[in-house]
């Protein structure tokens, strides 16, 4: 069994210390002493101490309501700022366009800047923010990153209204807003345009309502000591971390209503939402309104609805094209038939990988060990297979691939059955050990990797890179557990690793989508897919095709002067020939067109640039462009909005306040950040500057652990066992 020890702050090498060998004459256990207190010195001195639990001193307090209090210094408590949330989104066709409503109430007598953390959808083009306050509306402008924060800043010390979007994440995004007065409320309104995914005829439209905690692992500490520059992993860490509130000790917050109006374009058969309960109202035949049956909801979990054609309804082609300043972009969504003939059965060799960290306790841990015993009881007799299990370590259950035989399989499911939920998230040294491919030029065999996990990480970075440089022959299939998952990871990962992403929210899913996804895996993909226009000059993404599965549609997007001429799709299924020939002036109007090509593109530069494809200034220079022609929220651009007028009195303190987040639904509070008596499992965030505004947030909410550590203390002690190491030796030499 191999196994990788949980060592983030490793020791450097003592072989050249002076201490390794003895001055002559001295008897060598004369410096034992000595040599043992140095090196627990060391030891104390760099080993991470564990992170104070920052409820013990949280100086924030809850009434028997539940009702968010803050208590100010020589003042009585009083009510917390609160947020709330509206989403009201229009589903045409392929497209979405949605406009999520963030209302901030001021409940106490100070003016206020409010932060806070949230989620989008990873695919979704966010070009449009407004900030209402009482009957003025103010439309933000997209600026390069630095400079949106500088008009930001001056707005915000000159007493005037403000607001500005960034983007941390392709999926996670941070609103501030500042100068809100004494029991105001002031509107944040975000827009964005997001395509609609497909698989097997049927239609999914995902709202992230929540923001789940990420690990975030060290930085290489020792390592930046003796090599100045060494990378840190996460290196804004602190802009994606927020207090959380702990489930047994608080409610949760941030209401959430939603109204979706559903227009199809075919007539519609089943619409459902297997993460919350709907009402649905018939509006036509291909139209529906759904809004939640409880009118408002907590924001602690996915929003997913789904929809499938009636019986024969279901579109083998969509081809949509918008005018945009100047040009025409084109939309294409084509479904390769299913092979009427399916090739022989191929041997494969799957290695499952299973996350077992502490934010998969609870039931993301059972429905992760359901679905990889559902993986390996579809095993064949010729396939082989591998088990790796990971948290802040990880075990290879076998030292390599062995045959499906009853006697592996029953070892293996005793393995999965075992496995408890705890620790950190490492997964890159996994992902590392499950692409590692012992005969990478091995032929007639498919070589598979299925990755379960919730994907609460903060290093994406570092995962991306790894699978386009060491994947090989493999192909990549991530499997998305939980109620909160990182879809960017997940989507990115699977599309980098050639495979495909499957999601599930809860548990009376595991089953079904288990089986669909295995189902892929023993098919035959659709590969050597080519796009060609008859038409030059066309721009189009993903400028590489991919393979497909069974039921996968494969969605293009291109600009070009205008939509004429045609596209020609040419690929194999099964081993057989297929085409298909689309004419681009039959195209129907769409809208957003324009931008999802140009999110598409982004997100293209941003993958060449991680992968070594361009270098990160033309990468850079590339997003930048795009970005500011249309008006897009991404890592180099963000969405300022300011009020011409001052609004706070001279004189007048600004109190912060960083709004915190539910605990994502179905996660355990105490398997993810620990105890009072115990370490958080998380790693500490390094801790934010000091803002000049008195600092106040929350109550009862529990801060990511902090990188404050009892160094000191150690230091001392290490000193202390130094000195008695040396009394010591002097004893023994005078005897």
Do not use: C
């Not at 140095?38 to 100086?59: C, F, V, Y």
């Not at 059955?417 to 692409?435: H, N, R, V």
């Not at 605990?663 to 499992?681: I, S």
């Amino acid at each position: 069994m191999l196994s990788l020890p949980h060592s983030p702050l490793p020791l450097p090498p003592h072989s050249r210390s002076p201490l390794a060998h003895p001055a002559p004459g001295l008897p060598r256990n004369l410096l034992l002493g000595p040599l043992i207190a140095l090196l627990l010195a060391l030891i104390a001195g760099i080993t991470p101490a564990r992170a104070q639990d920052s409820r013990a001193q949280d100086s924030r307090v809850q009434d028997g309501s539940g009702t968010l209090l803050l208590r100010f210094e020589g003042g009585a408590p009083v009510e917390a700022p609160r947020l709330k949330a509206d989403a009201a989104i229009t589903v045409s066709g392929p497209t979405a366009r949605a406009t999520i409503t963030q209302a901030f109430r001021n409940t106490t007598s100070e003016w206020v800047e409010g932060t806070y953390l949230f989620p989008l959808p990873e695919d979704a083009a966010v070009d449009t923010m407004k900030l209402v306050v009482g009957d003025r509306v103010i439309v933000a402008d997209i600026r390069e990153r630095a400079a949106a924060r500088r008009v930001y800043e001056a707005a915000k010390a000159e007493g005037k209204a403000a607001a500005l979007t960034e983007q941390q994440r392709p999926n996670l995004f941070t609103n501030a807003v500042a100068n809100i007065g004494p029991g105001e409320t002031v509107l944040v309104q975000i827009a964005y345009q997001q395509p609609v995914r497909s698989s097997a005829g049927t239609y999914a439209l995902r709202l992230p309502t929540v923001a789940a905690p990420r690990y975030s692992p060290a930085p290489p500490a020792v390592k930046a000591v003796v090599e100045r520059g060494a990378a840190d992993p996460v290196p804004d860490r602190e802009k994606i971390a927020a207090p959380v509130l702990d489930p047994a000790r608080h409610a949760p917050i941030k209401p959430l209503t939603l109204t979706i109006d559903l227009k199809a374009g075919f007539t519609l058969g089943q619409v459902r939402s297997a993460t919350h309960a709907v009402r649905i109202e018939e509006r036509s035949a291909s139209e529906r309104r759904i809004t939640l049956a409880d009118g408002a909801t907590a924001a602690d979990r996915d929003f997913e609805l789904t929809w499938n054609a009636a019986p024969g309804e279901a579109p083998s082609i969509g081809l949509f094209r918008e005018r945009v300043a100047g040009a025409e972009a084109v939309l294409a969504v084509v479904t390769p038939p299913e092979t009427a003939s399916p090739a022989a059965s191929v041997p494969r060799d799957v290695v499952f990988v299973i996350d077992n960290s502490g934010s998969m306790g609870g039931a993301s841990m059972r429905q992760a060990k359901a679905s990889l015993l559902i993986g390996l009881d579809r095993l064949g007799a010729g396939d082989r297979f591998n088990v790796i299990r990971f948290d802040h370590s990880f075990d290879t259950l076998f030292p390599d691939l062995v045959p499906a035989d009853a006697g592996h399989l029953m070892r293996a499911k005793s393995f999965v059955a075992g496995l408890q939920a705890s620790g950190g998230t490492e997964m890159l040294a996994p992902l590392q050990a499950a692409l590692r491919d012992a005969t990478p030029e091995e032929t007639g065999r498919l070589r598979q990797v299925v990755f379960l996990t919730d994907g609460a990480i903060g290093n994406e970075a570092q995962i991306f890179s790894a699978i386009a440089t060491e994947r090989g022959r493999s192909r990549l299939f991530m499997v998305g557990i939980g109620s909160a998952p990182n879809g960017y990871l997940m989507r990115h990962a699977a599309e980098l690793g050639r495979g495909s992403f499957t999601q599930i929210d809860t548990p009376d899913q595991v089953t079904e989508r288990m089986r669909a996804l295995l189902v892929k895996l023993e098919s035959p993909a659709v590969t050597d897919l080519t796009a060609t226009f008859s038409e030059p000059g066309i721009d189009v993404t993903p400028a590489r095709l991919p393979d497909l599965y069974r039921g996968e549609p494969l969605t293009l997007s291109a600009r070009m002067g205008q939509a004429r001429g045609t596209l020609t799709l040419t690929g194999r299924i099964g081993g057989q020939p297929w085409q298909t020939q689309l004419h681009l002036d039959a195209a129907q109007d769409g809208t957003g067109i324009g931008k999802l090509w140009a999110r598409a593109k982004i997100a293209e530069a941003e993958t060449a640039r991680l992968t070594g494809g361009l270098t990160a200034e033309a990468a850079d220079a590339a997003i930048l462009r795009l970005a500011l022609d249309y008006g897009l929220t991404t890592r180099l651009t963000s969405l300022v909005a300011v009020d011409a007028t001052p609004r706070r009195p001279a004189g007048m303190r600004l109190a912060s306040t960083e709004l915190p987040l539910n605990l994502p639904a179905g996660w355990d509070f105490e398997t993810v950040f620990g105890t009072q008596d115990e370490a958080p499992q998380l790693p500490p965030p390094p801790r934010r500057a000091a803002a000049p505004a008195t600092q106040i947030a929350a109550a009862q909410a529990v801060a990511l652990p902090q990188t404050a550590t009892d160094f000191e203390i150690r230091a001392w002690l290490g000193a202390l066992l130094l000195a008695l190491g040396l009394v010591l030796s002097r004893r023994r030499l005078a005897a």
